[in-house]
Nanobody, 127 residues
Framework: QVQLLESGGGSVQSGGSLRLSCAVSGYVASPEYMCWFRQAPGNEREGVAVIGRSGETRYADSVKGRFAISQDNGRNTLYMQLNSLKPADTAMYYC?????????????????????WGQGTQVTVFS
């Protein structure tokens, strides 16, 4: 059974930083892509960053140059470093992994299906 568990959210002042983590378990073979999404109240879920098995990354334009997605060598933990945070970054952040059937998302020009989700970790940025 695949399980994803996020941690690392919190409240920070504008311009601050946070590091999110996602513990990934239950895979026999790791998925091709793992991703971070976010959703603010009243908004649709937005793909923020995606990383492939070989380490290639793609980002949404809204976070490019400020956020960095990474993974450990065993792909058991997914990370995202959030720098230069803005109030507009306030949202619940979710990690997700590839699954078909699932929901199709396109992030930074890369489209694929995601179907395993964590419970989310809240990021709040105040000015």
């Amino acid at each position: 059974q695949v399980q994803l568990l996020e941690s690392g959210g919190g409240s920070v002042q504008s311009g601050g930083s946070l590091r999110l983590s996602c513990a990934v378990s239950g895979y026999v073979a790791s998925p091709e892509y793992m991703c971070w999404f976010r959703q603010a109240p009243g908004n649709e879920r937005e793909g923020v960053a995606v990383i492939g098995r070989s380490g290639e990354t793609r980002y949404a334009d809204s976070v490019k140059g400020r956020f960095a997605i990474s993974q450990d060598n065993g792909r058991n933990t997914l990370y995202m470093q959030l720098n230069s945070l803005k109030p507009a970054d306030t949202a619940m952040y979710y990690c997700a992994t590839q699954r078909s059937p699932g929901t199709y998302y396109k992030i930074g020009g890369l489209g694929t299906w995601f179907g395993y989700w964590g419970q989310g970790t809240q990021v709040t940025v105040f000015s």
